[in-house]
């Protein structure tokens, strides 16, 4: 089809049937996109306050169903972001502090700043600045707000077929030689144009360096790609004489596709359209029905999901679990059975302490590490200024390294009858059994070393073992450290392996209902208590004395050291700032010398 012809998209009077998923093959081979160019940017137009909505869309979209198995890194062909703008959540309030939490579980919030509104100039606008600051490239921005429902793997695979609306009676084919020139939408000059659009990158570019001449058009036109339908309908057969009067018939033909975008419109003068206003009720929604708008309830939303089959478009490849099919349940021991029997007894029914793991250098193959971190603000808001730059900082270090960053509130959260502190345990309980090694770090913790990392880590540790290397294999499921002041180790930074020893201590732990309100240590002084139990002693790696090696207090820092663990009696949040802003400045190259 010529560019800038206005393609309308119809609504057929005769609705094909909605396919499931699992009637067809859809098997893809995996390739990994290790660079920072998307084939789809979506971009979900989102106020602060929908949290429950974008939980939704993490779901339904990209099956995303938790932080467990993060994506550490967006490695197929499509990113996606929720673009919050409007007023923030008051800080000091429990909805602050759940988004806080989201901030930090998911990291794909961009805040794009007080004053911005939802436009689609201020989308295109920041696509084109903020992204491109940070190597970020697209052929297709797929835009909606956060009230709209897409069928986003029907639109992906009409772009990549090169076919839009290709079941209907009406299909347009996309230009080959100039695919991303393109915009595809309503153009009624109506806030429903702003609802949802997809736009290619050439036509995206094209709005940007003709943004004057499109405005100045109608300058009363709220939208800025309505208003550029227009301004081509009204330009473009002047556009093409010129062309054609300069070049070659064949040369001619694709300039104008180069200059003139394919316009694809799907609220034609017919009416029949493929964008269309929630009826509420799923069976007005037909299989052709790319993008269903207004829709305010979110198990609606769910329902709408549900009918359209609607199949996740993946946007990473996160690391598998690290628990084994067949592995055998880990049943609580038997009243006169030692934990150290239900280790040992049979090597065949559980992996040894490092089965996979024997060479810990070996990193491309080595052991899964998850860096696990609190996200839940306490009602007192202490932590509320610092909490999220916390996250970032470790969120930044893991990237880094190859780790996974699993933050979690939840469990916090969901705490009865037992200090909040306590979802420490679950969290590790519900993270643990997906990797080979979880390292927990509190959320007043921060790590001023970003160039070691948790692989390098364990290495070292292994070679210190007092017993050698084959004996921290075979014995060492946890490790954690202990100053010389101290009575008791500190569970604030640790260590610790999948193993089913893991496990049940873990369950111990749990079960020491004598700790549950018993301050100030709670359930340190549990896991305290219990690793002092001989059957569980030697399994536990612990430094002591020691203050270096990755749980280091303020007054004990030295250059180089890991972690410096802000624990004071009163609300650690300023000084949690003030070791973030000494990270940042080690991270530049500044040796610092003392932090007190």
């Known amino acids: 089809m010529k560019g800038g012809d206005n393609a309308v998209s119809p609504h057929s009077n005769q609705h094909s049937t909605l396919p499931h998923p699992l009637s ?14 998307y084939t789809y940017l979506v971009v979900i137009a989102s106020q602060a306050t929908e949290l429950a909505r974008r939980q939704l869309i993490r779901e339904k979209y990209f099956g995303l169903l ?11 062909d499509m990113l996606y972001k929720f673009w919050i703008y409007g007023d923030m959540i008051p800080a000091k309030t429990d909805e602050r502090r759940r ?25 295109l606008k920041w696509a084109e600045t903020t992204l491109a600051d940070r190597g970020i490239t697209y052929d297709y921005l797929i835009v909606q707000d956060i009230n709209t429902f ?100 064949e040369a001619a033909a694709e300039e104008q596709e180069r ?36 829709i305010y309830q979110d198990a609606e939303f769910a329902d709408l999901a549900r009918w359209t089959y609607l199949k996740p478009s993946p946007v990473c490849y996160p690391r598998k679990s690290a628990f084994k099919d067949g592995q055998p349940p880990l049943d609580p021991l038997d009243d006169d059975q030692e934990s150290s029997d239900a280790i040992t007894s049979d090597e065949n029914d559980f992996p040894n302490a490092n089965n996979a793991t024997s060479s810990m250098t070996a990193h491309a193959n080595g052991p899964s590490i998850a860096l696990m971190t609190s996200s839940f603000i306490y009602p007192d808001n202490c932590m509320e200024p610092s909490a999220t730059l916390s996250a970032i900082n470790k969120r930044k270090f893991a990237i880094r390294h190859g780790h996974s960053f699993v933050a979690r509130s939840a469990e916090f959260a ?41 692989f390098d880590l364990l290495d070292d540790l292994r070679d210190r073992y007092p017993d050698g290397k084959e004996a921290f294999d075979e014995n060492v499921n946890m490790i954690a450290s202990r100053p010389r002041s101290d009575p008791m180790f500190n569970a604030g930074v640790f260590f610790m392996r999948n193993s089913p020893w893991s496990m049940e201590f873990l369950r111990e732990v749990q079960a020491f209902e004598s700790w549950y309100n018993k301050g100030s240590a709670y359930e340190q ?41 802000y624990a004071p009696d009163k609300c650690p949040s300023p000084f949690v700032l003030k070791g973030l802003e000494a990270a940042e400045r080690i991270e530049n190259g500044e040796v610092i010398e003392s932090l007190v």
């Not at 067809?24 to 160019?37: M, R």
């Not at 975008?261 to 007005?284: A, C, K, Y």
């Not at 590790?428 to 979880?438: F, R």
Request: a negative charge; one cysteine or more.
């Open 259 to 294: 200059v003139i975008p394919l316009f694809i419109r799907e609220d034609g003068s017919e009416g029949t359209h493929r964008f269309i206003r929630w009826e509420n009720n799923v069976e007005s929604v037909h299989a052709e029905d790319s993008v269903v708008t207004q």
């Open 414 to 454: 969901q705490q009865r009858g037992r200090k909040t502190v306590w979802g420490k345990i679950d969290a590790i309980e519900k993270v643990l059994p997906k990797y080979d090694w979880i390292f927990w770090m509190d959320m007043d913790a921060v790590i001023m070393n970003q160039e070691r990392s948790l």
């Open 66 to 76: 938790d932080n467990l198995l993060p994506c550490m890194q967006y490695n197929t």
């Open 99 to 123: 988004y806080e939490a989201e901030k930090m579980e998911w990291d794909d919030l961009e805040e794009v700043g007080k004053g911005i509104k939802y436009e689609q100039t201020s989308i």
């Open 150 to 249: 897409i069928q986003l793997s029907n639109i992906k695979r009409e772009l990549d077929n090169g076919v839009i609306s290709e079941s209907t009676n009406s299909p347009v084919a996309i230009n080959t030689d100039t695919p991303t020139n393109l915009v595809w939408g309503n153009f009624a000059g109506t806030e429903s144009d702003k609802h949802a659009f997809i736009v290619g990158s050439a036509a995206v570019k094209l709005a940007m360096e003709k943004q004057y001449d499109i405005t100045q058009f109608d300058v009363n036109g709220p939208h800025l790609l309505t208003n550029m339908y227009h301004y081509f309908e009204s330009v473009g057969a002047d556009v093409e004489s010129a062309v054609d009067a300069t070049l070659e018939p």
């Open 525 to 565: 002084g549990a896991m305290a208590d219990i690793i002092e139990d001989p059957k569980y002693k030697e399994h536990v790696f612990m430094l002591y004395p020691d203050v270096h090696t990755f749980n280091t207090f303020p007054k004990y820092y030295k250059p180089g050291d890991f972690v410096v663990h």
């Open 24 to 37: 067809e093959e859809n098997q893809e081979d995996i390739i990994l996109n290790d660079s920072n160019h």
